[in-house]
């Protein structure tokens, strides 16, 4: 039996907080794509390396596949506009 018990409150709590993270983050790294101060290709070599050493569980499934979309959108060359839709599209949680 488990020592403790899942709160049902909190976990859409927790859900929205780890939404707001990664828009932040989408956020911050757009306007340093935009400053020329990260190039696109450098960071898709870092992403592509962070993903090689995560390893392959179920428990870090979200995380690639956060990190794959972005990969995805740094390789195809989409504008700033399309990349900023990704974060709207984060906050609302997922796409309609």
């Known amino acids: 039996m488990p020592d403790h018990y899942a709160d049902p409150v909190a976990e859409p709590v927790e859900l929205e907080f780890v ?28 992403f592509a ?3 090689s050493e995560l390893p392959h569980t179920r428990d870090t499934l979200g995380l690639r596949l956060v990190l794959d979309q972005w990969r995805d959108g740094l ?17 609302e949680g997922g796409r309609e």
Do not use: K, N, P
């Not at 990664?22 to 990260?38: E, H, P, R, S, Y």
């Not at 390789?75 to 906050?91: H, K, M, N, T, Y």
């Open 49 to 51: 390396g962070f993903i």
């Open 75 to 91: 390789r195809s060359g989409r504008d700033e506009g399309q990349l900023r839709q990704a974060v709207f599209e984060v906050i």
């Open 19 to 46: 939404r707001g993270h990664i828009a932040a983050t989408m956020t911050l790294v757009l306007g340093l794509i935009d400053q020329g101060v990260i190039d696109r290709l450098r960071l898709d070599t870092f």
